[in-house]
């Protein structure tokens, strides 16, 4: 029973964040930056590191909801595509690993981390692959800037979710 009640929240998950990846895909930024993105469909992703589903669910999660995200709203295979993905991977990795490693580290503090490491990959894959020039340097602190507002948001709501819903159903 354990095992089909987490595979299902995985499930579930990865169709919320696919659905908010859509979504976002239409929210404008403040300012125009070619490429960036809000990242609230990143918050699935910080919700099945602190319920703490695994490294390999939580990864499956960064990649379905990027695959099926961007061939809802038409990027698939796109420069932002891969910007995407390699920037919830990462997000996803980093996450991981400082939950692991940092047992008193706050959800806000989990979330930034993500953050950063994503708009890290994600300039570092523009500049290398798609653009091929290291003045993409430049868009990386109003990447940070965004990065920094959406991971206290994407927070919010997970901190919220954790007040609201009980999630020790998936321990052995």
Known sequence: MVKTKKISYIAILTALASAVYYVESFLPL???IPGARWGFSNFPLLLSVVTDVGLTNTLYIALLKTLLGSILSGRFLSPMF???LGGAVASA???SISFKLMKKASVLG???IGAFFSNTVQTLIAGIFIVK???IIWYYPYMLFFGVITAFINSTIVSAILRS???D???N
Do not use: C
């Open 169 to 171: 159903q998936f321990k």
């Open 82 to 84: 891969w910007m995407g």
């Open 93 to 95: 990795l980093t996450m």
């Open 30 to 32: 403040p300012v125009a």
């Open 133 to 135: 020039s290291k003045g």
């Open 110 to 112: 989990i979330s930034e």
């Open 165 to 167: 819903v009980k999630f």
